[in-house]
């Protein structure tokens, strides 16, 4: 899924899944 990637890329991991947009990337 996407919303797992942009967790990931996000920095926040296996946390709770908070739609939101990458930092400029």
Do not use: I
Not at 2 to 23: D, I, K, N, Q, Y
């Amino acid at each position: 899924p996407v919303s797992f990637h942009r967790r990931l890329l996000a920095g926040e991991g296996p946390g709770p899944a908070t739609p939101r947009p990458l930092p400029g990337r």
